[in-house]
């Protein structure tokens, strides 16, 4: 059973920065397809970045994408969200997921329904 546990979140004034972090454990790190989600209040959990086993294909929301970085480090079993020239909207509950792929990312991996480990997620507040 993979576990997940997101940390890094806060309350942060617009155009700062922040880093998230997503500790893993009970599985193989590596052989897992990482993604960030985000949800605001009354609205459907977003896509937000994923990145495939090795690291070496990324992708982003349109909408955070020149922002956003997200990365891996395998050795340590954790992924990365890091965020820069934050906004108001950028505001939510930013959560990690995990699903074990074969190689890159294929077509699905802005959807929520590819994913089968999530964390407990972690509030990024932006203040105007």
């Known amino acids: 059973q993979v576990q997940l546990v997101e940390s890094g979140g806060g309350l942060v004034q617009a155009g700062g920065s922040l880093r998230l972090s997503c500790a893993t454990s009970?599985?193989?790190?590596?052989?897992?397809?990482m993604g960030w989600f985000r949800q605001a209040p009354g609205k459907e959990r977003d896509f937000v970045a994923a990145?495939?086993?090795?690291?070496?294909?990324?992708n982003y929301a349109d909408s955070v994408k020149g922002r956003f970085t997200i990365s891996r480090d395998n050795a340590k079993n954790t992924v990365y969200l890091e965020m820069n020239s934050l906004k108001p909207e950028d505001t939510a509950v930013y959560y990690c997921?995990?699903?074990?792929?074969?190689?890159?990312?294929?077509?699905?991996?802005?959807?929520?329904?590819?994913?089968?480990?999530w964390g407990q997620g972690t509030q990024v507040t932006v203040s105007s």
């Open positions: 997921a995990a699903v074990r792929a074969l190689g890159g990312l294929g077509n699905s991996y802005y959807s929520v329904q590819w994913y089968d480990y």
């Open positions: 009970g599985g193989t790190f590596d052989m897992y397809a």
């Open positions: 990145i495939s086993r090795s690291g070496r294909t990324t």
